[in-house]
């Protein structure tokens, strides 16, 4: 009969067999990443951060990453879009500050088991384009079975080098990146699991460029979205105030996937 074995890690179908736990597994992919950040209204954000945690700035980060030449994926690809806001957590044994993932969309489902289950980012499917490119000009769209959610556009200004380059990289190489893995009961109002958990990851960024962009979320009716219209929509209730930044990075992203823990 299967057992599981004790320094194995598994997803399910558990019975099928897992990988021996290595702490030390380091996950690289080359990354293509179009980022818009914008003030919106604090006590609104406020809304969807959870208690423990204190909202830094009324920012929220929009981030489509095109990854390709994955090694876990045999050299697979895949896009998603992240959702974020910055925030500083207020825990018994930790306090740190990072990046509170509000949501993830991917369109390959590999990669959204793996990140729910083993490091609680909330991820989701929508078809997500790669990027259209007419330069200056970059443009990706996201949809859900044909409706479109979201928008993203983004006019290049220029490279960026120098000590602006040396920021850029320094501030990409290591980001907190922390989410809710929670695991409600079976039959049953509330959670088995609901724990905080900090993804330690990061991109060394090789080349950027500046410049202008927008983003523009619709909402959906449960008629076309049945599962997901309530996160589109409350994003876009979010107002976009004014753009912080927009920059298209090109460069290799570098997950500690089993280097996550849970925080307290």
């Known amino acids: 009969m299967f057992r599981p074995q004790d320094d194995f890690t598994y997803l399910m179908p ?21 980022t818009v950040s914008y003030e919106t209204e604090r006590d609104l954000l406020e809304n969807y951060i959870p208690e423990g945690f204190e909202l830094l ?13 994955i090694d876990w994926m045999q050299g697979g690809q895949y896009n998603l879009i992240n959702v974020s806001a910055p925030v500083r957590f207020h825990g018994k044994k930790d306090h740190l500050d990072g990046a509170y993932t509000l949501v993830v969309w991917e369109n390959k489902t590999a990669p959204i088991l793996g990140g729910r289950e083993q490091t609680g980012i909330p991820k989701i499917y929508a ?32 490279e960026v080098t120098g000590q602006d380059l040396d920021a850029l990289k320094s501030g990409f190489a290591s980001v907190n990146t922390i989410g809710w893995r ?18 330690p990851q990061g991109m060394e960024v090789e080349s950027a460029q500046a410049g202008t962009g927008s983003l523009r979320w619709t909402e959906l009716t449960p008629m076309q979205n049945p599962v997901q219209y309530y996160i589109i929509n409350s994003l876009a209730s979010l107002p976009v105030k004014s753009v912080a930044q927009a920059v298209l990075t090109e460069g290799r992203a570098v997950l500690h996937a089993m280097g996550a823990r849970v925080i307290e």
Do not use: C, M, W
């Not at 990027?131 to 443009?139: D, N, T």
């Not at 979201?150 to 006019?155: H, S, Y």
């Not at 929670?182 to 900090?198: E, H, M, N, R, T």
């Open 57 to 69: 700035a009324p920012e929220v980060q929009v981030s489509f990453n095109r990854f390709t030449e």
């Open 14 to 34: 558990v019975h099928f067999g897992g990988g021996r736990f290595d702490p030390g597994t380091i996950v690289t992919q080359r990354s293509t990443a179009l």
């Open 127 to 158: 078809d997500i384009e790669d990027l259209h490119i007419v330069r200056p000009h970059y443009a990706t769209t996201v949809s859900y079975e044909g409706n479109t959610f979201l928008t993203l556009d983004f006019e290049a200004a220029g």
């Open 182 to 199: 929670y695991i409600p009961k079976v039959g049953a109002p509330g959670a088995d699991l609901s724990q905080f958990v900090l993804y």
